[in-house]
């Protein structure tokens, strides 16, 4: 199935339907106090890249990268990659994923971390796959055994394929 990641907004067809399913999702499996959830509206700021992938009509993936700072130097965030259930197994959180990759490498930058929950197995073995790998809570992450956060220095992915 041929897919194409565009760009999205707060405002494109199906992102406040996707982001109240991941919501939803997120809230049923842990304490609201634990979910640390991008608000739709803060996808356009200028920091922000925010990617889709439209099957049938209807907003089928998701994914966004923050590009923040820390002491450590630039990095990028991972956040809301999701496929809806209906569309899962036709490669499309690799899709987003790689193309998020490449969204960092555009911009200069190598380090790219992010925080999943630890009832996320499918997300934890895609990260894996990708070459992330655990480490300790970062930003204004708390340390928590229902988080797992992980990193990944995309140079030295890029240097292994």
């Known amino acids: ?17 996707i982001f109240a399913e991941i919501d939803e ?9 634990l979910n640390v959830l991008l608000p739709a509206i803060e996808v356009d700021r200028d920091n922000v890249g925010f990617y889709g992938i439209y099957l049938e009509d209807n907003l089928a993936a998701c994914g966004a990268v923050i590009f923040n700072q820390d002491s450590d130097g630039p990095y ?3 956040k809301r990659i999701y496929v809806k259930p209906n569309f899962r197994g036709l490669g499309l959180s690799k899709a987003i994923l790689s193309h998020l990759l490449a969204v960092v490498t555009e911009r200069g930058l ?18 894996r796959h990708f070459g992330f790998y655990e480490r300790e809570s970062y930003g204004t992450y708390q340390p928590d055994p229902e ?5 990944l220095y995309v ?4 240097t292994e394929i």
């Open 1 to 17: 199935m041929k897919s194409k990641i565009q760009k999205l907004t707060s405002s494109s067809v199906g992102v406040v339907e």
């Open 25 to 33: 999702l997120m809230n049923g499996l842990y304490p609201a106090e």
């Open 76 to 78: 990028g965030e991972l």
């Open 110 to 127: 190598n380090k790219v971390m992010l925080e999943t929950g630890a009832q996320q197995h499918e997300a934890i073995a895609l990260y």
């Open 147 to 151: 988080s797992v956060f992980m990193q």
């Open 155 to 158: 140079a030295d992915k890029l």
